[in-house]
């Protein structure tokens, strides 16, 4: 069974810069290459926002407009890495971050297209 973490979040201030990873391992023929891969977050009382995601090919990639230009999604296939970059960040991207994964051709920002969920990372911006 595939397993994700998630790691690099923190408590940073505003302007601040993250780099999230998540890894992956338990896979017995393929890798993360064949999969699409989300980034999550959720703040208490409201439901999890997609923020990014790339597809298998890593040719397709989602970002939600709180995010966009500001945060960029990678991926590592040798290593069964995916990153998210987080530049510029705000009291707004305050929350866990979770990674998921599932197949599918093209990427996709509902939580509910996605299978596998990694256990999140605190990211919290605050002065």
């Known amino acids: 069974q595939v397993q994700l973490v998630e790691s690099g979040g923190g408590l940073v201030q505003p302007g601040s810069s993250l780099k999230l990873s998540c890894s992956a391992t338990?896979?017995?023929?393929?890798?993360?290459?064949?999969?699409?891969v989300g980034w999550f977050r959720q703040v208490p009382g409201k439901q999890r926002e997609g923020v990014s995601c790339?597809?298998?090919?890593?040719?397709?990639?989602y970002y939600a407009n709180s995010v966009k230009g500001r945060f960029t999604v990678s991926r590592d296939n040798a290593r069964n890495v995916v990153y998210l970059h987080m530049n510029n960040l705000k009291a707004d991207d305050t929350g866990v971050y979770y990674c998921?994964?599932?197949?599918?051709?093209?990427?996709?920002?509902?939580?509910?297209?996605?299978?596998?969920w990694g256990q999140g990372t605190q990211v919290t911006v605050s002065a």
């Open positions: 998921a994964i599932n197949h599918g051709i093209f990427c996709s920002p509902s939580a509910s297209d996605y299978k596998s």
């Open positions: 338990g896979f017995v023929i393929d890798s993360i290459e064949t999969y699409r």
């Open positions: 790339t597809s298998a090919s890593d040719g397709n990639k």
